[in-house]
Protein backbone atom coordinates (compact mmCIF):
# COMPACT_ATOMS: atom_id res chain seq x y z
CA UNK A 1 0.00 0.00 0.00
CA UNK A 2 1.54 3.36 -1.14
CA UNK A 3 2.00 5.79 1.97
CA UNK A 4 0.67 9.14 1.61
CA UNK A 5 3.76 11.11 2.85
CA UNK A 6 6.26 13.25 1.54
CA UNK A 7 9.33 10.51 -0.03
CA UNK A 8 11.80 13.01 0.86
CA UNK A 9 10.66 12.79 4.63
CA UNK A 10 10.63 8.96 4.32
CA UNK A 11 13.99 9.39 3.56
CA UNK A 12 15.06 11.86 6.59
CA UNK A 13 13.31 9.10 8.47
CA UNK A 14 15.08 5.96 6.96
CA UNK A 15 17.97 8.25 7.87
CA UNK A 16 17.48 7.72 11.43
CA UNK A 17 17.00 4.65 12.93
CA UNK A 18 15.39 6.18 16.16
CA UNK A 19 12.90 7.66 14.25
CA UNK A 20 9.47 6.11 13.34
CA UNK A 21 7.76 6.19 9.69
CA UNK A 22 4.43 8.67 10.08
CA UNK A 23 1.16 7.79 8.60
CA UNK A 24 -1.08 10.47 7.31
CA UNK A 25 -4.86 9.32 6.88
CA UNK A 26 -5.45 13.15 5.23
CA UNK A 27 -2.19 14.16 4.09
CA UNK A 28 -3.70 17.80 3.55
CA UNK A 29 -4.93 18.24 6.58
CA UNK A 30 -2.71 19.92 8.84
CA UNK A 31 -4.48 19.14 12.29
CA UNK A 32 -4.45 15.28 11.27
CA UNK A 33 -2.65 13.13 14.16
CA UNK A 34 -0.43 10.18 11.98
CA UNK A 35 -0.14 6.67 13.07
CA UNK A 36 3.30 5.49 13.52
CA UNK A 37 5.58 2.45 12.39
CA UNK A 38 8.32 1.07 14.12
CA UNK A 39 11.58 0.16 12.36
CA UNK A 40 12.64 -3.67 12.02
CA UNK A 41 15.56 -5.32 10.26
CA UNK A 42 14.78 -8.07 7.80
CA UNK A 43 16.11 -10.68 5.24
CA UNK A 44 13.34 -10.61 2.55
CA UNK A 45 13.26 -10.53 -1.24
CA UNK A 46 11.60 -7.71 -3.43
CA UNK A 47 9.92 -9.41 -6.32
CA UNK A 48 8.10 -8.28 -9.40
CA UNK A 49 5.15 -10.36 -9.76
CA UNK A 50 3.38 -9.76 -13.47
CA UNK A 51 0.33 -11.45 -14.53
CA UNK A 52 -0.32 -12.03 -18.02
CA UNK A 53 -3.65 -13.49 -19.09
CA UNK A 54 -4.46 -14.04 -22.76
CA UNK A 55 -8.01 -15.18 -24.10
CA UNK A 56 -8.28 -18.39 -25.99
CA UNK A 57 -11.12 -18.35 -29.13
CA UNK A 58 -13.42 -21.17 -28.45
CA UNK A 59 -15.70 -22.61 -31.26
CA UNK A 60 -18.75 -23.34 -29.23
CA UNK A 61 -19.99 -20.14 -28.68
CA UNK A 62 -22.15 -21.56 -25.40
CA UNK A 63 -19.33 -21.88 -23.88
CA UNK A 64 -17.23 -18.89 -22.06
CA UNK A 65 -13.28 -17.85 -23.29
CA UNK A 66 -11.28 -19.40 -21.10
CA UNK A 67 -8.05 -17.02 -20.40
CA UNK A 68 -4.57 -18.57 -20.52
CA UNK A 69 -2.85 -17.18 -17.23
CA UNK A 70 0.93 -16.95 -17.33
CA UNK A 71 2.77 -15.59 -14.25
CA UNK A 72 6.42 -14.04 -14.31
CA UNK A 73 8.63 -12.98 -11.17
CA UNK A 74 11.67 -10.86 -11.00
CA UNK A 75 13.67 -10.37 -7.85
CA UNK A 76 14.27 -6.89 -7.92
CA UNK A 77 16.79 -6.48 -4.60
CA UNK A 78 17.05 -7.49 -0.95
CA UNK A 79 14.89 -5.73 1.48
CA UNK A 80 16.85 -5.22 5.55
CA UNK A 81 14.52 -3.07 6.94
CA UNK A 82 10.64 -2.81 7.30
CA UNK A 83 8.28 -0.54 9.18
CA UNK A 84 5.12 -2.25 10.82
CA UNK A 85 2.34 -0.71 12.35
CA UNK A 86 1.61 -1.72 15.24
CA UNK A 87 0.22 1.22 17.25
CA UNK A 88 -3.38 2.55 17.14
CA UNK A 89 -4.17 5.85 15.95
CA UNK A 90 -4.65 8.71 18.34
CA UNK A 91 -7.67 10.35 18.56
CA UNK A 92 -8.49 13.53 15.96
CA UNK A 93 -9.98 16.71 16.53
CA UNK A 94 -11.20 18.36 13.30
CA UNK A 95 -11.83 21.92 12.64
CA UNK A 96 -15.70 21.74 13.46
CA UNK A 97 -18.09 24.51 15.08
CA UNK A 98 -21.04 23.33 16.93
CA UNK A 99 -23.57 25.95 16.29
CA UNK A 100 -26.62 26.60 18.73
CA UNK A 101 -28.92 24.15 16.84
CA UNK A 102 -26.30 21.56 16.98
CA UNK A 103 -25.04 21.75 13.58
CA UNK A 104 -21.75 20.87 12.73
CA UNK A 105 -19.81 23.30 10.62
CA UNK A 106 -16.40 23.04 9.37
CA UNK A 107 -13.42 26.09 9.71
CA UNK A 108 -11.14 24.56 7.20
CA UNK A 109 -11.52 27.50 4.58
CA UNK A 110 -11.69 30.09 7.75
CA UNK A 111 -8.65 28.90 9.79
CA UNK A 112 -6.24 27.52 6.59
CA UNK A 113 -4.35 30.42 5.08
CA UNK A 114 -3.91 28.56 1.84
CA UNK A 115 -2.57 31.74 -0.14
CA UNK A 116 -1.21 35.50 1.34
CA UNK A 117 -4.18 37.07 2.65
CA UNK A 118 -5.27 41.01 3.61
CA UNK A 119 -5.70 42.18 7.14
CA UNK A 120 -9.33 41.45 7.09
CA UNK A 121 -8.49 37.64 6.77
CA UNK A 122 -7.02 38.14 10.74
CA UNK A 123 -9.70 40.40 11.84
CA UNK A 124 -12.84 38.15 11.29
CA UNK A 125 -14.46 36.94 14.37
CA UNK A 126 -14.35 33.15 14.69
CA UNK A 127 -14.95 30.41 17.39
CA UNK A 128 -11.64 29.46 19.45
CA UNK A 129 -10.24 27.05 18.05
CA UNK A 130 -6.62 25.55 19.54
CA UNK A 131 -6.26 21.82 18.69
CA UNK A 132 -3.40 20.54 20.75
CA UNK A 133 -0.66 18.82 18.81
CA UNK A 134 -1.00 15.77 20.49
CA UNK A 135 -3.46 13.58 22.61
CA UNK A 136 -1.65 10.60 23.72
CA UNK A 137 2.36 10.10 24.34
CA UNK A 138 1.84 6.38 23.89
CA UNK A 139 0.70 4.15 20.62
CA UNK A 140 0.21 1.35 22.28
CA UNK A 141 -1.98 -0.15 25.81
CA UNK A 142 0.41 -0.34 28.95
CA UNK A 143 -0.36 -1.60 32.74
CA UNK A 144 -0.34 0.93 34.92
CA UNK A 145 0.36 -0.98 38.11
CA UNK A 146 -1.29 1.22 41.06
CA UNK A 147 0.51 0.83 44.45
CA UNK A 148 -1.94 -0.18 47.25
CA UNK A 149 -2.34 2.83 50.05
CA UNK A 150 0.30 1.96 52.70
CA UNK A 151 -1.82 1.05 56.38
CA UNK A 152 0.07 2.01 59.23
CA UNK A 153 -0.73 1.66 62.60
CA UNK A 154 -2.91 3.39 64.82
CA UNK A 155 -1.29 6.92 65.72
CA UNK A 156 1.18 7.09 63.04
CA UNK A 157 1.75 10.58 61.71
CA UNK A 158 3.11 11.77 58.49
CA UNK A 159 6.48 13.48 58.72
CA UNK A 160 6.72 16.90 58.48
CA UNK A 161 8.07 18.01 54.94
CA UNK A 162 9.40 21.24 54.27
CA UNK A 163 8.13 23.43 51.20
CA UNK A 164 11.59 24.71 50.21
CA UNK A 165 13.24 22.91 46.96
CA UNK A 166 10.69 20.28 47.24
CA UNK A 167 10.94 18.23 44.26
CA UNK A 168 8.36 15.25 45.16
CA UNK A 169 7.14 12.88 47.33
CA UNK A 170 6.88 10.29 44.54
CA UNK A 171 10.41 9.65 44.13
CA UNK A 172 13.24 8.34 46.59
CA UNK A 173 16.04 10.14 47.45
CA UNK A 174 18.91 8.84 45.51
CA UNK A 175 21.58 6.53 47.78
CA UNK A 176 24.27 8.23 46.63
CA UNK A 177 25.25 9.84 49.92
CA UNK A 178 27.19 13.36 48.50
CA UNK A 179 27.34 16.28 51.03
CA UNK A 180 26.30 19.66 49.57
CA UNK A 181 28.00 22.63 50.97
CA UNK A 182 26.90 26.51 50.97
CA UNK A 183 29.11 29.42 50.15
CA UNK A 184 27.63 30.97 53.50
CA UNK A 185 28.08 27.51 55.33
CA UNK A 186 31.18 28.15 58.30
CA UNK A 187 32.11 24.86 58.72
CA UNK A 188 32.94 22.52 55.87
CA UNK A 189 32.86 18.67 55.92
CA UNK A 190 36.34 17.13 56.67
CA UNK A 191 35.36 13.12 55.84
CA UNK A 192 32.34 10.84 54.46
CA UNK A 193 28.77 10.29 55.04
CA UNK A 194 29.19 6.11 57.04
CA UNK A 195 26.80 5.70 54.01
CA UNK A 196 28.74 6.94 51.44
CA UNK A 197 31.77 4.71 52.75
CA UNK A 198 29.29 1.71 53.08
CA UNK A 199 28.33 2.12 49.61
CA UNK A 200 31.84 2.18 48.05
CA UNK A 201 32.78 -0.83 49.73
CA UNK A 202 30.12 -2.65 48.25
CA UNK A 203 31.27 -1.77 44.92
CA UNK A 204 35.05 -2.06 45.36
CA UNK A 205 35.13 -5.50 44.90
CA UNK A 206 37.91 -5.86 42.75
CA UNK A 207 41.60 -4.74 41.53
CA UNK A 208 40.65 -2.55 38.73
CA UNK A 209 38.35 -0.32 41.55
CA UNK A 210 40.80 -0.48 43.77
CA UNK A 211 43.34 1.23 41.31
CA UNK A 212 40.59 3.92 40.75
CA UNK A 213 40.20 5.20 43.93
CA UNK A 214 43.97 5.46 44.19
CA UNK A 215 44.30 7.88 40.94
CA UNK A 216 41.29 9.72 42.39
CA UNK A 217 42.73 10.10 45.92
CA UNK A 218 45.76 11.20 43.94
CA UNK A 219 44.41 14.03 41.87
CA UNK A 220 42.50 15.55 44.67
CA UNK A 221 45.66 15.58 46.53
CA UNK A 222 47.70 17.22 43.55
CA UNK A 223 44.73 19.19 42.62
CA UNK A 224 42.06 19.96 46.03
CA UNK A 225 39.00 21.29 43.98
CA UNK A 226 37.99 19.64 40.35
CA UNK A 227 34.72 18.94 38.38
CA UNK A 228 33.12 15.79 37.13
CA UNK A 229 34.39 16.32 33.87
CA UNK A 230 38.02 16.61 34.73
CA UNK A 231 38.24 14.38 36.50
CA UNK A 232 36.56 11.92 33.03
CA UNK A 233 39.18 13.32 31.23
CA UNK A 234 41.54 12.30 33.51
CA UNK A 235 40.47 8.51 35.09
CA UNK A 236 38.71 6.06 32.90
CA UNK A 237 35.92 4.97 35.46
CA UNK A 238 32.19 4.43 34.75
CA UNK A 239 30.02 6.73 35.21
CA UNK A 240 27.67 4.92 37.64
CA UNK A 241 30.62 4.37 39.78
CA UNK A 242 32.29 7.56 39.42
CA UNK A 243 28.52 8.79 41.33
CA UNK A 244 29.62 6.70 43.97
CA UNK A 245 33.10 7.29 44.18
CA UNK A 246 33.46 11.49 44.29
CA UNK A 247 31.31 11.50 47.67
CA UNK A 248 33.06 8.90 49.61
CA UNK A 249 36.70 11.39 48.76
CA UNK A 250 34.95 14.91 48.54
CA UNK A 251 31.91 17.23 49.46
CA UNK A 252 30.09 19.46 46.27
CA UNK A 253 30.11 23.55 46.53
CA UNK A 254 26.24 24.41 45.10
CA UNK A 255 26.91 28.45 45.27
CA UNK A 256 29.31 30.82 45.58
CA UNK A 257 32.90 31.08 43.10
CA UNK A 258 33.46 27.34 43.31
CA UNK A 259 29.64 26.06 42.75
CA UNK A 260 29.44 22.74 40.69
CA UNK A 261 32.75 21.74 41.97
CA UNK A 262 34.14 18.74 43.66
CA UNK A 263 36.18 19.68 46.82
CA UNK A 264 38.88 17.41 48.53
CA UNK A 265 37.49 16.75 52.73
CA UNK A 266 39.30 19.39 55.02
CA UNK A 267 39.61 21.71 52.06
CA UNK A 268 38.24 24.94 52.76
CA UNK A 269 39.14 27.43 49.41
CA UNK A 270 37.37 30.24 50.73
CA UNK A 271 40.15 30.25 53.42
CA UNK A 272 43.13 29.74 51.28
CA UNK A 273 43.69 32.82 48.71
CA UNK A 274 45.17 30.17 46.26
CA UNK A 275 42.37 28.39 46.04
CA UNK A 276 41.45 31.50 43.05
CA UNK A 277 42.77 29.53 40.44
CA UNK A 278 40.20 26.66 40.96
CA UNK A 279 37.26 28.60 40.60
CA UNK A 280 34.52 28.45 38.16
CA UNK A 281 34.14 30.40 35.00
CA UNK A 282 30.29 29.83 33.59
CA UNK A 283 31.14 30.78 30.07
CA UNK A 284 28.53 30.80 27.23
CA UNK A 285 29.26 31.61 23.21
CA UNK A 286 27.72 34.77 22.26
CA UNK A 287 25.63 34.97 19.25
CA UNK A 288 24.24 37.98 17.74
CA UNK A 289 24.73 40.33 14.71
CA UNK A 290 26.50 42.44 16.59
CA UNK A 291 29.14 39.97 16.81
CA UNK A 292 29.13 38.97 12.95
CA UNK A 293 26.84 36.10 12.81
CA UNK A 294 23.43 35.25 13.84
CA UNK A 295 22.24 32.01 15.89
CA UNK A 296 22.09 30.11 12.59
CA UNK A 297 25.64 30.56 12.19
CA UNK A 298 26.74 29.70 15.50
CA UNK A 299 30.05 27.40 15.08
CA UNK A 300 28.64 25.52 17.80
CA UNK A 301 25.38 23.73 17.36
CA UNK A 302 23.00 23.47 19.77
CA UNK A 303 22.41 19.40 20.51
CA UNK A 304 18.60 20.19 20.78
CA UNK A 305 16.59 22.86 19.13
CA UNK A 306 12.67 24.55 19.35
CA UNK A 307 13.31 24.03 15.25
CA UNK A 308 13.68 20.01 15.45
CA UNK A 309 11.29 19.12 18.21
CA UNK A 310 10.03 15.97 17.75
CA UNK A 311 6.70 14.75 18.66
CA UNK A 312 6.94 12.10 21.75
CA UNK A 313 5.03 9.18 19.60
CA UNK A 314 7.37 9.73 16.97
CA UNK A 315 10.79 9.01 18.27
CA UNK A 316 11.25 5.13 19.07
CA UNK A 317 12.91 5.06 22.79
CA UNK A 318 15.24 2.53 23.26
CA UNK A 319 14.71 0.34 26.62
CA UNK A 320 17.30 1.80 28.93
CA UNK A 321 19.31 -0.76 31.06
CA UNK A 322 19.17 -0.34 34.81
CA UNK A 323 22.92 -0.22 36.04
CA UNK A 324 22.42 -2.63 39.42
CA UNK A 325 25.38 -3.43 41.83
CA UNK A 326 25.99 -6.74 40.30
CA UNK A 327 26.76 -4.82 37.38
CA UNK A 328 29.29 -2.35 39.01
CA UNK A 329 30.90 -5.33 41.22
CA UNK A 330 31.64 -6.68 38.00
CA UNK A 331 33.20 -3.25 36.72
CA UNK A 332 31.32 -3.60 33.41
CA UNK A 333 28.10 -1.91 33.91
CA UNK A 334 25.64 -1.26 30.68
CA UNK A 335 28.72 0.03 28.39
CA UNK A 336 30.85 -2.68 28.99
CA UNK A 337 28.61 -5.79 28.02
CA UNK A 338 29.30 -4.68 24.11
CA UNK A 339 32.56 -5.35 22.60
CA UNK A 340 35.56 -3.52 24.00
CA UNK A 341 36.39 -1.67 21.07
CA UNK A 342 38.90 0.80 23.22
CA UNK A 343 41.62 0.24 25.49
CA UNK A 344 40.25 -0.80 29.61
CA UNK A 345 42.49 2.28 30.43
CA UNK A 346 40.46 4.91 27.86
CA UNK A 347 37.38 3.18 27.63
CA UNK A 348 35.26 6.00 29.93
CA UNK A 349 37.45 8.53 29.51
CA UNK A 350 36.54 12.27 27.90
CA UNK A 351 38.59 14.73 25.89
CA UNK A 352 40.47 17.01 27.38
CA UNK A 353 38.63 19.66 25.76
CA UNK A 354 35.41 19.24 27.66
CA UNK A 355 37.14 21.04 30.72
CA UNK A 356 40.79 22.53 29.03
CA UNK A 357 40.05 25.98 26.97
CA UNK A 358 42.95 26.61 24.74
CA UNK A 359 43.80 29.62 22.12
CA UNK A 360 42.82 28.08 18.49
CA UNK A 361 40.22 25.69 19.50
CA UNK A 362 36.26 25.77 19.58
CA UNK A 363 34.44 24.51 22.76
CA UNK A 364 32.72 21.78 22.53
CA UNK A 365 29.40 22.85 24.15
CA UNK A 366 27.56 26.15 23.93
CA UNK A 367 28.20 26.83 27.56
CA UNK A 368 30.83 25.62 29.65
CA UNK A 369 32.25 25.47 32.90
CA UNK A 370 35.83 25.99 33.42
CA UNK A 371 38.26 26.36 36.18
CA UNK A 372 40.27 29.38 35.92
CA UNK A 373 43.31 27.19 36.22
CA UNK A 374 42.02 25.28 32.86
CA UNK A 375 42.38 28.47 31.02
CA UNK A 376 45.18 27.45 29.16
CA UNK A 377 46.30 31.01 27.60
CA UNK A 378 48.98 33.58 28.46
CA UNK A 379 46.40 36.60 28.34
CA UNK A 380 43.78 34.98 30.44
CA UNK A 381 46.17 33.84 33.14
CA UNK A 382 47.68 37.51 33.70
CA UNK A 383 43.85 38.22 33.88
CA UNK A 384 43.44 36.06 36.93
CA UNK A 385 46.52 36.66 39.00
CA UNK A 386 46.19 40.39 38.83
CA UNK A 387 46.25 41.05 42.19
CA UNK A 388 48.59 37.80 43.48
CA UNK A 389 49.49 38.70 46.91
CA UNK A 390 46.88 41.21 48.10
CA UNK A 391 43.67 39.21 47.97
CA UNK A 392 42.13 40.41 51.19
CA UNK A 393 38.36 39.17 51.09
CA UNK A 394 36.82 35.88 49.66
CA UNK A 395 33.75 37.04 48.29
CA UNK A 396 29.95 35.11 46.57
CA UNK A 397 30.60 36.82 43.41
CA UNK A 398 34.35 36.81 42.37
CA UNK A 399 35.89 34.74 44.85
CA UNK A 400 39.57 35.68 45.50
CA UNK A 401 40.04 37.54 42.18
CA UNK A 402 39.03 41.10 41.37
CA UNK A 403 35.90 42.93 40.58
CA UNK A 404 34.40 41.95 37.43
CA UNK A 405 37.19 39.66 36.38
CA UNK A 406 34.59 36.74 34.96
CA UNK A 407 33.58 39.56 33.12
CA UNK A 408 37.13 40.32 31.19
CA UNK A 409 37.86 36.90 31.48
CA UNK A 410 34.85 35.97 29.07
CA UNK A 411 35.27 39.17 27.09
CA UNK A 412 38.79 38.21 25.92
CA UNK A 413 37.68 34.40 25.24
CA UNK A 414 34.82 35.93 23.28
CA UNK A 415 36.85 37.79 21.35
CA UNK A 416 39.13 34.87 20.42
CA UNK A 417 36.27 32.43 19.34
CA UNK A 418 35.30 35.53 16.77
CA UNK A 419 38.74 35.45 15.65
CA UNK A 420 38.41 31.59 15.09
CA UNK A 421 35.29 32.15 13.61
CA UNK A 422 36.86 35.23 11.15
CA UNK A 423 39.62 32.66 10.02
CA UNK A 424 37.42 30.04 9.19
CA UNK A 425 34.29 31.99 7.86
CA UNK A 426 35.60 34.97 6.03
CA UNK A 427 32.13 35.73 4.70
CA UNK A 428 30.18 36.17 7.59
CA UNK A 429 32.65 39.08 8.49
CA UNK A 430 32.57 40.38 4.77
CA UNK A 431 30.62 43.55 5.54
CA UNK A 432 32.37 44.63 8.65
CA UNK A 433 34.69 47.68 8.38
CA UNK A 434 38.09 48.31 9.55
CA UNK A 435 36.67 51.14 12.07
CA UNK A 436 34.40 48.98 13.65
CA UNK A 437 37.31 46.58 14.41
CA UNK A 438 38.96 49.45 15.83
CA UNK A 439 36.21 50.61 17.93
CA UNK A 440 35.76 47.00 19.33
CA UNK A 441 39.27 46.34 19.66
CA UNK A 442 39.60 49.05 21.61
CA UNK A 443 36.49 48.66 23.72
CA UNK A 444 37.98 45.02 24.40
CA UNK A 445 41.01 46.35 25.95
CA UNK A 446 39.20 49.35 28.36
CA UNK A 447 37.06 46.41 29.37
CA UNK A 448 33.74 48.74 29.41
CA UNK A 449 30.65 46.26 27.82
CA UNK A 450 27.52 48.83 26.65
CA UNK A 451 24.69 48.15 28.79
CA UNK A 452 22.58 46.12 26.01
CA UNK A 453 25.10 44.00 25.89
CA UNK A 454 24.92 42.48 29.22
CA UNK A 455 21.15 42.47 29.08
CA UNK A 456 21.28 40.31 25.69
CA UNK A 457 23.46 37.71 27.68
CA UNK A 458 20.77 37.07 30.47
CA UNK A 459 19.01 36.29 27.94
CA UNK A 460 20.80 33.76 25.69
CA UNK A 461 20.01 30.19 26.75
CA UNK A 462 22.08 27.44 27.28
CA UNK A 463 22.79 24.27 24.77
CA UNK A 464 20.04 21.81 25.72
CA UNK A 465 21.81 17.89 26.61
CA UNK A 466 25.35 19.40 27.64
CA UNK A 467 27.57 17.65 30.08
CA UNK A 468 28.25 20.26 31.81
CA UNK A 469 25.36 22.09 32.92
CA UNK A 470 25.96 21.38 36.77
CA UNK A 471 21.92 21.16 37.13
CA UNK A 472 22.00 17.33 35.44
CA UNK A 473 24.85 16.42 37.96
CA UNK A 474 22.98 17.88 41.22
CA UNK A 475 20.15 15.87 40.16
CA UNK A 476 22.00 12.55 40.25
CA UNK A 477 21.99 13.08 44.17
CA UNK A 478 18.89 14.95 45.03
Not at 272 to 287: S, W
Amino acid sequence: MPLPCCPRAGIQIYADPAKRLELYFRPKDPYCHPVCANRFPTSTMLLRVRRRSKKKQQMDTEEQFQPDVQFEMEILGIVTTVYKFQGMSDFQYLAMHSGPDGKQTSMYDKVLMLKPEKEEFFNRDLPLYIPPPIFSRLDTPVDYFYRPDIQHREGYNNPQVSGENLIGLSRARRPHNAIFVNFDDEEIPTKPLDAAVQNWKKVCTNPVDKKVEEELRKLFEARPVWSRNAVKANISVHPDKLKVLLPYLAYYMLTGPWRSLWVRFGYDPRKQPEAKIYQVLDFRIRCGMKYGYAATDMPVKAKRSTYNYSLPITVKKQGSHTVSVHDLKQGLGSAGTSGAKKPPSSRYKLKESVYIFREGALPPYRQMFYQLCDLNVESLQKIIHRNDGTESECTERDGWCLAKTSDDLRDSMSLMIKQIIRSTRPALFSNTTSSEDGKEQLAYESGEDEDYEEEEEEDFKPSDGSENEMETEILDYV
